[in-house]
């Protein structure tokens, strides 16, 4: 089997950078760990959670999808293409590698996003299998695992109680990127540790069924009660991909830009008119749980959730989503009974 | 009794008696402390206070479907005293809307706590004049703003360049802050659009400033805009920095008076003006 | 790879006309043969479009004009935010974008040989100006066309020209409204609301079709009307206006419960309606 | 290495400064204007943009001119006690007090941020002003690309 040193992480880094990778890797950043664009002598943590998903950098916060020379009313198109360097994204943690099966699927929902495509096929996913949980993750209830390899191109597994991991190729993006590492990964023997102990927090099956018939639930204001309005959960979230699109500049040139947004904010659905479908939080927040268990899995197949817990993580009003999800599973059996 | 069961049957009794629709607290989930909203008196044992509870509860005054529950008991350490208070000078509440539940700072009189009682603003506006008249900024955050004033401009800029540029605009630090209420933020209206939306850098810039301005004289130092932000930037920096120009030039601190005059808003023939030509 | 989708036509200003003071209609002439080809290859009536003004951005409004006049395209709008105003204040030999068409499409070839009700209110004529403008140049193939039209005031009517011109060719029966209080003297039509007029002047025991477009509250109150009229709830139609950004399904603002607009709709028959999450509307 | 070959000397020798004068029109406007009427020399670099009254003046016009690429901005307005209004320039100097302190800490300082009172008689103190103004932008250079309130292209 292939195995890489803990200590050796830098030296991998160092390796696949000299072989032209832009690095991405979770770095410390004063009291946050984030994944970021790894520079000699940045030091990888791959313990903690990364306060931003692998979604940055495929479907950044903010990106160029336009641009025109403007000339009083007149303008003239110009071309622009998507910055895509080839890249690898270290320590990707499995419930966001998962979720780069739903961006790949709004991306392509028949009309192709040249931008995300091609920052998609620049980039190689190295997962990282989980050895610990917090009380924030909820991964195996929406179907995947700590140790799942879905979505990476390449997993690295942690063994001899962290000292060095096993790394697993999954596809020719994995391949190619450990041929890179060259010497720094090597053959050799070592015994996987013990993934994280995961618990199923809610049937994501059956809560489906629930959300259903729920649109109307009183829960929903008893939910979102807590619920400030920020878009804190969705910006963190690796699945959620809700854009903006403005146009800013000067009166010489505009820039056409795609930013993200979130339903959570009252603006998201307002009409031009006035009108606004969604006018309180609590229809914000139903939008926000109805989409993720039931919209996208009608229309996609899938859950557009995958349990990496980051919304509860961060949300500034501590609002989770796997407790709003119990709540609406633990209200149907109070009233069966 | 000890304070916390103290203000447990304070919250119970306002419950029972109609005084208060809705008790907005700190419950126990965790390691976290997440807001309780409890609406009937045996809700209120689950009513906790330490030193992780730094949310300000104030802000869910703003809400539409809490207005909606008012009067509303408030659980407030000092600094979310003061945001009531501020927003009682404000006219956002009055009294009547709102019972402070006043405890005071994690840590004051040995382990369990102090709890003052349940006041109306103005008890509530004598208790911080009284006792709190002297809270002060962390020191960390001033020695960090010291720092800063010692460096050169292009220091200073590339500490900022490099804080701002990890802003995604997720507004949490807005929706966190008791005293960003407006229903149409500045940054939300683009006829013509002032402030770039884009979390690039002059529209981040922009933003974190703008918010820090607007807050000028009405920041009460709850932290709870740096404690939200999920990028770890210390907004502390500016909203002090502001704050502390607010006192030293017009000896305004925020949320201390019922009847205080807005920072920006108001002027006097005496204001400082050596940086005027 | 594939181009970027946010790429848009360069459309050339044919012609400006204002409807009323705020209101306006643009024709636009593509600048590039192949893209206009490409457009009336895929446009069918009911289609929306992107229609851009850079440096403010872009908006999506219906296509007002039917895929049978193929040499340009008209959009109706009235100035109401950034976008709408910078696409007003441009003027006929100026340019703008468009993107599309995207959407869905009124099912036109399923009427063909029936009656066809068009009800519309104050802007959300535009769309149907659009269907009515294609079954009158396909006139032969449908039934009796008929239009019930209401607006606030008398003021606010578009394509006056318009409404003359049908209301003398004798092939569809044209009915105005104003809301009571929105007459003029000189007012010739109904005063009243565009669900009360049509229950008044629409025979009953309708077979045909109806397609409904105008604020939500006339739509609201028009559907019971057309229902008690006759018409089956898979035979009346309606269009919608969600806030959208992209149009193509990408940017999740224009969901209905799990309904996208801009893919799923804007065409959505009562039936659909009906199963669609009333708090979401 | 000569001035020559050095490009930031190149760019600093080449370098004429932006200046965004955001101006009140009673008394700083008619003080410019007499600066003209009466023949005086001022740098050119001051580009004057004129509103009713420094009461108007929100500090994002401030944050667009520096977004913009200005190399220094000046306000000015009517001496106290002299507004038209009565108590403009009082409020803006309030508001100046305090946001001036956001700018310095971020790299924005007093070789780039002028505040002054200048009245419609003051045609010379105006000119001098400007001249002054002009000369300590020259020396604090190009605004830098790299400050976050800078747009990027």
Avoid at chain 1, 300 to 328: D, I, K, N, Y
Avoid at chain 3, 21 to 45: G, H, K, N, Q, S
Avoid at chain 3, 179 to 197: H, I, Q
Avoid at chain 4, 64 to 91: I, Q
Wanted: include cysteine.
């Amino acid at each position: 089997m292939k195995i890489v040193d803990v200590d050796k992480l830098s030296d991998l880094a160092a390796a696949l950078a000299a072989k032209g990778y832009r690095i991405v890797a979770p770095v410390r950043d004063g009291d946050v760990v984030r994944l970021k664009q790894w520079k000699r002598g940045d030091e990888i943590d791959l313990d903690a959670f990364t306060v931003n998903s692998v979604k940055d950098f495929l479907m950044p916060a903010s990106e160029v999808i336009g641009r025109y020379a403007l000339d009083g009313d007149d303008f003239a198109p110009e071309a622009v293409a998507a910055e895509a360097p080839k890249t690898v994204v270290l320590g990707v943690r499995p419930c966001d590698a998962a979720a780069l099966a739903v961006l790949d699927a709004v991306f392509n929902w028949d009309y192709a996003d040249a931008f995300y495509n091609a920052r998609r096929a620049a980039t190689t996913i190295a997962a990282l299998a989980c050895r610990q949980a917090d009380e924030q993750c909820f991964c195996t209830s929406v179907g995947g695992a700590p140790d799942s390899t879905a979505g990476a191109d390449a997993i690295l597994r942690p063994a001899d109680g962290g000292k060095r991991f096993i790394v697993e190729t999954l596809s020719e993006k994995g391949e190619a990127l450990v041929a890179a590492a060259g010497e720094v990964v090597q053959e050799g023997e070592a015994a996987a540790d013990a993934v994280a102990e995961v618990p199923v927090r809610f049937d994501a099956a059956a809560l489906a069924a629930r959300l259903a018939e729920n649109f109307e639930s009183p829960l929903w204001q008893t939910l979102s009660l807590a619920c400030l309005g920020c878009g804190a959960c969705a910006y963190a979230c690796p699945t959620c991909h809700c854009f903006d699109i403005q146009d800013e500049g000067t009166r010489r040139e505009s820039v056409r830009l795609r930013n993200w947004d979130s339903c959570g904010f009252g603006l998201f659905t307002q009409h031009a008119g006035g009108h606004n479908p969604r006018p309180d939080q609590a229809a914000r927040w139903r939008q926000r749980v109805m989409h993720k268990f039931l919209y996208f899995a009608e229309r996609f197949g899938r859950l557009a959730c995958s349990g990496c817990g980051r919304c509860a993580r961060l949300c500034p009003a501590h609002v989770s989503m796997a407790e709003s999800c119990a709540a609406l599973m633990a209200a149907r059996k109070a009233a069966k009974r | 009794m000890n304070a916390l069961e103290t203000l447990r049957a304070d919250a119970a009794r306002l419950l029972r008696e109609g005084r208060a629709k809705v008790v907005i607290g700190y419950r126990t989930r965790g390691k976290e402390r997440a807001p309780v909203f409890i609406t009937d008196a045996s809700g209120a044992g689950s009513l906790v206070y330490d030193a992780a509870c730094r949310q300000n509860l104030a802000a869910y005054l703003r809400k539409p479907e809490v207005r909606a529950r008012r009067p509303a008991a408030v659980v407030a350490s000092p600094p979310v005293m003061r945001s009531l208070v501020l927003l009682a000078a404000e006219s956002q509440i009055g009294e009547g809307d709102v019972v402070v539940l006043a405890v005071g700072p994690p840590g004051e009189g040995g382990g369990e706590g102090v709890y003052h009682g349940a006041l109306t603003l103005a008890e509530t506006a004598r208790l911080l004049k009284e006792k709190y008249a002297l809270l002060a900024p962390r020191p960390e955050v001033l020695d960090r703003i010291k720092s800063l004033a010692a460096m050169s401009a292009e220091e200073r800029a590339a500490f900022w360049s490099e804080a701002l540029a990890k802003c995604t605009r997720c507004y949490a630090c807005r929706a966190a802050c008791p005293a960003c209420y407006c229903t149409v933020c500045i940054v939300e209206k683009n006829v013509p659009q002032w402030i770039s939306t884009a979390a690039r850098p002059h529209g981040n810039y922009a933003w974190n400033l703008i918010r820090a301005f607007h807050a000028a004289g009405r920041c009460t130092g709850c932290e709870a805009c740096e404690a939200a932000c999920p990028q770890g930037i210390p907004l502390m920096l500016l909203n002090v920095l502001v704050a502390e120009e607010a006192a030293e030039a017009f000896g305004i601190k925020a949320g201390y008076d019922l009847d205080a005059e807005p920072l920006i808003g108001s002027w006097s023939a005496d204001d400082e003006e050596d940086f005027i030509r | 790879m594939s181009g970027n989708l946010y790429e848009a036509s360069v459309m050339r200003i044919a012609a400006v006309r204002e409807e009323t003071p705020d209101t306006r209609t643009l024709r636009l002439e593509f600048a590039d043969e192949a893209a206009r080809a490409a457009f009336f290859r895929a446009y069918r009536v009911g289609m929306f479009g992107l229609y851009g003004a850079p440096g403010a951005g872009e908006c999506a409004l219906c296509i007002a004009s039917p895929p049978t006049r193929d040499r340009y395209v008209e959009c109706t709008f009235r100035r109401t935010g950034r976008v709408t105003a910078a696409l007003a204040d441009r003027e006929a030999e100026q340019r703008v974008t468009l993107r599309g068409p995207y959407g869905n499409a009124f099912p036109i070839e399923d009427w063909r040989g029936r009656d066809v009700l068009l009800v519309a209110g104050g802007m959300g004529l535009a769309p149907l100006r659009s269907v009515l403008w294609n079954l009158l140049d396909r006139r032969k193939e449908f039934g009796a066309i008929a239009l019930a039209y209401g607006v606030r005031t008398a003021a606010d009517l578009v394509y006056k020209d318009e409404l003359a011109e049908w209301a003398k060719r004798g092939d569809v029966k044209v009915t105005t409204t104003v809301d009571p209080g929105g007459e003029t003297s000189e007012w010739r039509g109904k005063v009243g609301l565009v669900p009360a007029v049509v229950e008044e002047t629409v025979p009953p025991n309708q077979k045909g079709v109806a397609a409904v477009c105008g604020p939500l509250v006339m739509i609201k109150f028009a559907m019971p009307v057309l229902t008690r009229l006759g018409f089956a709830a898979k035979d009346i139609f309606t269009t919608l206006e969600n806030r959208m950004k992209c149009g193509v399904g990408h940017c999740g603002r224009c969901n209905i419960g799990g309904v996208y607009v801009c893919r799923d709709g804007p065409v959505f028959t009562l039936e659909q309606l009906r199963k669609m999450p009333a708090g979401d509307l | 290495m000569s001035s020559q070959a050095d490009p930031k000397a190149r760019e600093q020798a080449a370098f004429e400064p932006r200046i965004v004068a955001l101006v009140c029109t009673w008394c700083t406007y008619a003080g410019a204007d007499l600066a003209g009427t009466s023949r005086l020399r001022y740098a050119p670099n001051v580009r004057i943009v004129k509103v009713p009254c420094t009461g108007r003046i929100d500090p994002l016009f401030v944050l667009k001119a520096f977004e913009g690429g200005a190399d220094g901005v000046l306000v000015s307005g009517c001496h106290p006690g002299d507004c038209h209004y009565t108590s403009g320039n009082y409020h803006a100097r309030r508001r100046w007090a305090i946001f001036r302190r956001l700018l310095e800490v971020t790299g924005i300082d007093e070789r780039r941020l002028f505040f002054s009172w200048v009245s419609a008689a003051e045609g010379q103190k105006f000119a001098d002003l400007v001249n002054d103004i002009a000369e300590k932008v020259r020396a604090a250079g190009p605004f830098e690309r790299t400050n976050p309130a800078r747009r990027r292209p």
